[in-house]
């Protein structure tokens, strides 16, 4: 009975142990599942499982719409623009956020955002104005939409969304059109006036107004971009006799200033007229009361330049009037200039074309000249312009001299100056156009006789004159010369020190009497001195300036005279 109940829990173990394994084994074994259907676009509900890898999603972009109202079915162009901040006006704005004062300029920094380029967009017509886009735009901190028409008629949109949109739509809602403002210009009195009339417009707006008054002149730019050009840059435009010239849009100022301008070029009173904001107002300018003194003639001016006191043309040359009219003037020195005013002197200038082969030129580059009109002339008036023909001062110096000069000179140096005698026999500089070297001599141009010498500088404190000559009418060249120094004369220095002890590298800039001479510039050796050379000039124009910033200027000449140093203490 025992050995029964023995073998009965052996085979109980036995029993377990074989479930067990079955247990296992079908635990371990794979799954032979098939695996699940794809996804269908339609499928809602379809759960993705874990094994599958996410799907990356393409960007939808940015898009921008508007919705333009107006009383007829769009008929213009619209466009959009993106603005970004630049560095420079996100610097400032950190730099202002920074101070411990109140914040000045705009309130947002997306207030600074211009717009770099404007992008044409597409519009939808409607039966009361037209839907814009979608159209494609960057992500941005501030939108900026301009529509019109041909008649002047604007939409004007400027969005600045809460946060910066990255994909998804930026719709701008629902645009107003704004009527235009203008004039239509009308003249009374000018058909029996010859000739075109035209009108320049200055903008009337207070000094607190002109910000917001300014707001729409980008869009009015594009709008009407010759008449804002004209605007903008006191351009005057051609009116028409018969009949009205619209000039709009405008911008919605209190009032606009017209100067009207006759067919001579003569200028009228301005007419001030009030601006009615969304609307075109009707002007009327009678010549007769902007023209008190009537609206001026003009005649041609007929006319021949010639060199010097012979026949000789000056020609080919560029004849220039002072409102920057310019003609031709022909080899044989004949021009004609149209529409000269005959209410005023014009000036006018010649300016030489051709290029001399000869190393001397024959005359000034430009020559003025000066038109007075008497109140009878009509028609073409003959002038004679003469150019005078350069006399030639020549100074003569020997190889010696030559080489003397150029080694006792400073940098820069030498220097020449034209000198004439006047009636007292003082002696004072002449301006002049050309000194030519010509080997150890140098030639210099003259336009008039007189009595002439040059001063030749080794620096600007240090010169002396040559011979003196006469130059008479029709003289060719006349000589003047310069002999070799006997001595250099005494030196004199700058010691520049500071609480007694020399300074190194200080910054010494010297000048003369002679404002027509350039000064010379040095540094202070390690004993805090720099040497000037010769002094012989009345006034000696010193400026000192240490490395610390500490600076002295004065007059050394006495110094010079007396001691032939200049002590200078920082």
Not at 10 to 17: E, H, N, P, R, W
Request: charged content about 25%.
């Amino acid at each position: 009975m025992r050995l029964k109940r023995i073998l009965a829990g052996v085979l109980a173990v036995v029993l377990l142990g074989v479930a067990w394994w079955a247990v296992s084994s079908t635990a371990s074994a794979p799954r032979l599942s098939p695996s699940p259907p794809p996804l269908s676009s339609r499928d809602g509900d379809a759960v993705v499982p874990e094994a599958v890898p996410p799907v990356e999603v393409a960007d939808a972009g940015l898009r921008l719409t508007a919705t333009l109202m107006g009383a007829h079915p769009f008929i213009g162009e619209a466009r959009v623009g993106a603005a970004f901040v630049s560095d420079e006006d996100r610097g400032w704005w950190e730099e202002e956020g920074r101070r411990r004062f109140a914040r000045t300029g705009p309130s947002r920094l997306e207030e600074l955002a211009n717009v770099r380029e404007w992008v044409k967009a597409p519009v939808i017509a409607s039966e009361q104005g037209g839907r814009v886009g979608p159209v494609e735009v960057p992500s941005a901190p501030r939108y900026l939409l301009a529509a019109f028409e041909p008649d002047g008629t604007i939409w004007w949109a400027d969005h600045m969304p809460a946060t910066q949109p990255v994909t998804g739509t930026v719709d701008l809602g629902v645009l107003r059109e704004q009527r235009p403002t203008g004039v239509r210009v009308r003249l009374e009195g000018a058909r029996d006036v010859q000739g075109t009339f035209s009108v320049r417009l200055q903008r009337v707006v207070e000094p607190a107004e002109v910000e917001q008054a300014s707001a729409l002149l980008s869009v009015l730019a594009m709008a009407a971009p010759e008449l804002m050009h004209a605007v903008q840059n006191d351009d005057f435009i051609p009116l028409v006799t018969d009949g009205e010239t619209r000039l709009a849009p405008l911008p919605p100022d209190r009032s606009l200033r017209l100067w009207l301008r006759a067919p001579s070029g003569k200028r009228g009173l301005p007419v001030e007229v009030p601006l009615r904001e969304g609307s075109v107002e009707p002007v009327s300018l009678d010549v007769a009361k902007v023209f008190p003194e009537g609206v001026g003639g003009s005649v041609t001016l007929r006319g021949r330049v010639l060199l010097g006191s012979g026949a000789r043309p000056l020609g080919p040359a560029v004849l220039i009037r002072d409102d920057g009219e310019q003609v031709r003037v022909d080899a044989d020195g004949r021009f004609t200039m149209q529409g000269v005013p005959t209410w005023k002197q014009t000036a006018f200038s010649v300016r030489r074309e051709q290029e001399e082969e000869a190393r001397r030129p024959v005359a000034p580059p430009f020559w003025d000249f000066g038109f007075s009109p008497a109140v009878a002339m009509q028609g073409t008036v003959d002038v004679e312009w003469r150019v005078p023909a350069y006399q030639w001062l020549v100074l003569r110096m020997d190889g010696f001299t030559r080489a003397q000069l150029k080694e006792r000179s400073l940098p820069l140096y030498p220097v020449y100056l034209l000198e004439r005698r006047d009636e007292r026999g003082g002696w004072s500089e002449v301006t002049t156009q050309e000194f030519i070297p010509e080997g150890d001599s140098v030639a210099v141009s003259l336009t008039e006789p007189g009595t002439y010498r040059i001063q030749v500088a080794s620096s600007p404190y240090a010169s002396r004159p040559s011979s003196v000559a006469r130059m008479g009418e029709g003289d060719g060249d006349v000589e003047v010369s310069l002999s070799p120094e006997g001595t250099s004369g005494a030196s004199c220095e700058v010691h520049v020190t500071r609480q007694g002890l020399p300074v190194s590298g200080a910054r010494v800039t010297a000048s003369g009497r002679a404002r027509s001479m350039p000064p010379v510039h040095g540094e202070t050796d390690t004993a805090g001195r720099w040497r000037l050379g010769p002094v012989r000039s009345e006034l000696l124009l010193l400026w000192v300036q240490g490395a610390e910033g500490e600076s002295w200027e004065g007059d050394g000449a006495e110094a010079c005279r007396r001691s032939g140093v200049v002590e200078v203490a920082l």
